[in-house]
């Protein structure tokens, strides 16, 4: 458990917690948890409390509602807390799997999903965007991502901090130490990441972004021809179908690889980022 203190007009705690699967995780939100609540007053500004509560809060499970039941009424008692995702509209893609958080895949091929992470709070001005979103590609989770923009008050109170605050990035005051100067040098020399080296469009042919391409520069045209823009449309749909039939079989190719290896985790690996890239689509 964590908790963050954010300071400015208003004083609002930020309270992380993970809930342990079972009767030990409900133990410490009766506990641990309730003891930072006790620390802040809830009848002027509500605490945020965030984190993974191993139990989806909108479903009908009979074998989770003593667990989803206990933890609604610690929400209500502390603030009428509730979830920001549903205050916030998602992508689509994270609409068709229902916002949810966690998936897993199961051995008859099917995949478990739940919403089990929350950012809770009881005023959803304080957010402006509450959005999932897929982790970081080096990072082995089975858990998407919720980000949000948490302002310290609502934009109309807290218009004179917004307008009065220092640029960012902040200018650098002093003389350079070792470690900047090796900073600096990094920054000129790295190379900016591309489109094409990212692990999520990398399988996109050159054929077909080159179509993009070709797109993206007639909708700049004001006068443009739509039936010339719905034909390029049309192309690049069956490029992207040729692309995806490639990358699935490039995958198959390097899943048998593995397995005439006895390389099952390495297989397994591949499965699995095969199949989320497959759930984004």
């Not at 609409?95 to 958080?101: L, S, Y």
């Amino acid at each position: 458990m964590s908790c963050l203190y954010c300071t400015g007009i208003r004083k609002i705690p930020i309270i992380g917690a993970y809930l342990l699967p079972g009767q030990q995780g409900l133990d410490d939100l009766h506990t641990h948890v309730q003891t930072a609540f006790n620390q802040y007053p809830t009848n002027r500004y509500a605490p945020v409390f965030m984190g993974d509560f191993n139990v989806d809060l909108d479903s009908n499970n009979p074998n989770d509602l003593k667990r989803q039941q206990e933890v609604l009424d610690f929400l209500a008692a502390n603030g009428e807390l509730q979830s920001m995702v549903p205050h916030f509209r998602q992508q689509r893609r994270y609409e068709k799997m229902g916002n949810t958080t966690w998936f897993q895949n199961m051995e008859d091929g099917t995949v478990r999903r739940s919403k089990c992470d929350y950012i809770c709070c009881r005023d959803k001005r304080l957010f402006t965007n509450v959005a999932l979103r897929e982790p970081e590609t080096f990072s082995k989770t089975d858990h998407y991502m919720i980000k949000a923009t948490f302002l310290n008050a609502t934009p109309r109170a807290h218009k004179k901090y917004l307008l009065g605050h220092k640029k960012i990035p902040l200018q650098h005051q002093g003389p350079y130490t070792p470690a900047d100067n090796l900073f600096r040098i990094l920054v000129d020399n790295v190379p900016p990441p591309t489109a094409e080296g990212h692990p999520k469009t990398s399988w996109i042919s050159q054929e077909t972004r080159r179509l993009m391409a070709k797109r993206c520069r007639l909708h700049r045209d004001k006068h443009h021809s739509r039936q010339q823009a719905r034909v390029l449309t049309r192309q690049i749909t069956k490029s992207l179908k040729q692309d995806r039939k490639e990358r699935v079989a490039a995958a198959g190719a390097e899943i048998e690889a593995c397995l005439e290896n006895g390389d099952l985790q390495g297989a397994w690996n591949i499965h699995t980022k095969q199949q989320r890239v497959t759930d984004l689509q």
